[in-house]
């Protein structure tokens, strides 16, 4: 019997959570984007119907499929990291806002609401994908 390979992507381990940080960025990338192509649709739409100018929504809403990725890894991380998963999701938020936060303030002197908050939701994500993934591998075979 001829062996089948599976190439599937995003690769999950048996707990489901993403076994690479291409394929965590990857995802987490591909969500902020539709949510951005989401946001971009609603702001054409309520501003032809006239209901507000163009720009004016925050870009930090694109960050909805991001949080419910971030939500589902916490989640999948419960069996063998489960103190560990507390403090590493903490840092990833709060140094993921700060960084969002910093590029948000930075491009809002330039950019309307709408761009500002999407590259501060685009920080964010990129900080807290990278702290997430290597420092719940860094702490768990560190303590463990």
Known sequence: ??????????????DGRLVTIGDLIGVALAGLVTGVVVLLVFEAVMSLAEAFVFGDSSGWLAL?????????EFRAARHGHNAYRFVVAALGAGFGVAVGMTLAGLAATVFPALVSGAIG??????????????GLRWLSHRVG
């Not at 019997?1 to 048996?14: G, I």
């Not at 807290?128 to 993934?133: A, P, Q, V």
């Open 121 to 134: 939701a685009l920080g964010l994500t990129v900080v807290y994908c990278l702290i997430w993934f290597y």
């Open 64 to 72: 909805i499929l991001p949080v419910w990725l971030f939500t589902e």
């Open 1 to 14: 019997m001829a062996e089948t390979r599976n190439d599937r992507r995003p690769r999950r381990d048996a």
